[in-house]
């Protein structure tokens, strides 16, 4: 979990550490048992996603794929996204997001190969399964350190280095928040940090076009190791 700051801090005590925001964070441990400042949304075939907050943290019970909880009214491009998540299906996090065609997301997929990438640009979905096995229903820390300007997601479990992954679409600014399918997701101490934090713009202003696309799915393997 990120140190918040003084003021993080202070408005954690008062709010009896539910959500936080300052000029750079957004954090939220559930323990107020609601849901207040996130949008909860359906999932790709728009099947009931079945958001709820039960012991203190963030529950998406849905069949569906493709669910998304998202922080609301904060559009970032380089951030910090961490979150403690476990699952039988697939969960994590989601950034960059525009609309259901344009985001990026990195989850845990116990039933996989342990981690999955899934980009979309402009309607057209690219997934990545990473060899790196993780368990069902065991907590992980998962974070993500992404790099608007070289498109780079830097991929932390358990604040051990995995991999970097090479976004392909220009689209690197957009809201951010959780991720999850094939039923019961678990999300507990969100937290969500930049330095270029503004407020959402309108829909035809998200969009940052770069010079060029690289190749889809792109990684940039570097040795993983602990300190």
Same mark, same amino acid.
Not at 114 to 130: P, T
């Given at each position: ?93 989601? %950034? ?78 957009? %809201? ?15 937290? %969500? ?19 060029? %696309? ?14």
């Amino acid at each position: 979990m990120k140190q918040l700051g003084i003021m993080g801090l202070i408005l954690g005590f008062v709010l009896g550490f539910g959500v936080t925001t300052d000029a750079h964070t957004f954090y939220d441990n559930f323990n107020d048992g609601n849901a207040n400042g996130w949008e909860l949304l359906p999932g790709a075939r728009g099947l009931p996603a079945l958001w709820s907050v039960e012991d203190g943290m963030l529950v998406q019970a849905g069949t569906d794929d493709y669910i998304t909880a998202l922080v609301k009214n904060l559009a970032l491009s380089d951030q910090s996204i961490e979150v403690q998540v476990s699952t039988y299906g697939y969960a994590g996090v989601v %950034l960059w997001r525009q609309d259901s065609s344009n985001f990026v997301s990195v989850s845990i997929n116990p039933v996989s190969t342990g981690l999955m990438i899934i980009e979309g640009f402009d309607g057209q979905l690219n997934e990545l399964r990473y060899e790196s096995r993780t368990n069902a229903l065991q907590v992980y820390d998962l974070r993500v350190d992404a790099d608007s300007a070289t498109g780079q997601l830097a991929v932390y479990l358990d604040d051990a280095y995995i991999f970097t992954y090479n976004t392909s679409s220009p689209h690197r600014t957009g %809201l951010s928040g959780v991720f999850a399918g094939n039923e019961v997701g678990y999300f507990d101490d969100f937290s %969500l940090t930049s330095h270029h934090v503004s407020p959402v713009p309108e829909p035809s202003t998200l969009l940052l076009l770069g010079s060029g %696309l690289g190749g889809l799915g792109g990684l940039a393997w570097r040795k993983h190791r602990r300190q």
